[in-house]
């Protein structure tokens, strides 16, 4: 079985400093990594994902997450982060064969602070 | 506009009035699903299907039903709602299992008196 661990519940930062919201994940089998951003009142969106190739995955808005295999991580930083940055951010799994069945952290709330 | 809808948004009601959530996507995405959201707990999948009269269970589908009888439609039933089933759903489609993203509805707000 596959699991997902975000080990920060909330995670405030100062306007325009860096950030890293940590996942780690669990599974016996090859993955595919998902991060999901939920502004409030909305539903996720996808960030980023990792499927295979370059471990260092990047999305439009100036996030990226590197796959780290020896350490089953898959940590999202933002060198600078905007106000509209705030929202929950949900790391995913899934195995890379068969029927993927998905599996989310419980979240991480990021705060930026002006 | 592709996008995946819910209905209701809103819903209060009360231990055993039987409720349907219904969902439905216009990008004739074969995937679909249901989760809820607990503080605390992230998404938990409830069911889903992988094409027309195909679904199954997901980690929790206890006191909850659904059907895929068209491609579009996946609707949530609860037969007998009680107070533990006050969460946020959302439904969820993608094309297909390989990777992709899912894409997800606005959500549904439920609370259960």
């Known amino acids: 079985a596959q699991s997902v661990t975000q080990l920060d519940s909330q995670v405030p930062v100062f306007e325009e400093a860096p950030v890293e919201l940590r996942c780690n994940y669990s599974?016996?089998?090859?993955?595919?990594l998902f991060w999901y951003v939920q502004y409030p009142n909305q539903g996720l969106q996808l960030l980023l994902k990792?499927?295979?190739?370059?471990?260092l995955v990047e999305s439009i808005n100036g996030f990226e997450a590197e796959f780290n295999k020896s350490q089953t991580s898959f940590h999202l930083r933002k060198p600078s982060v905007h106000i509209s940055d705030t929202a929950e951010y949900f790391c995913?799994?899934?195995?890379?064969?068969?029927?993927?069945?998905?599996?989310f952290g419980i979240g991480t709330k990021l705060q930026v602070i002006p | 506009e592709a996008q995946v809808t819910q209905n209701p948004r809103y819903l209060i009601t009360v231990t055993g009035k039987k409720l349907t959530v219904t969902c439905s996507q216009n990008?004739?995405?074969?995937?679909m699903s249901w989760y809820r959201q607990d503080p605390g707990l992230g998404l938990r999948q409830i069911y889903y299907?992988?094409?027309?009269?195909?679904?199954d269970k997901g980690d929790v589908p206890e006191g909850y039903k659904v059907s895929r009888k068209e491609k579009r439609n996946f609707p949530l039933i609860l037969e007998s709602p009680s107070p533990n089933q006050t969460s946020l759903y959302f439904c969820?489609?993608?094309?297909?299992?390989?990777?992709?993203?899912?894409?997800f509805g606005p959500g549904t707000r439920l609370t259960v008196l």
């Open positions: 969820a489609s993608s094309p297909s299992l390989q990777g992709t993203e899912q894409f």
């Open positions: 599974s016996s089998v090859s993955v595919y």
């Open positions: 990792y499927l295979s190739g370059s471990t």
């Open positions: 995913a799994v899934s195995d890379a064969g068969g029927y993927q069945k998905v599996t």
């Open positions: 990008m004739n995405h074969e995937y």
């Open positions: 299907s992988m094409n027309v009269e195909v679904t």
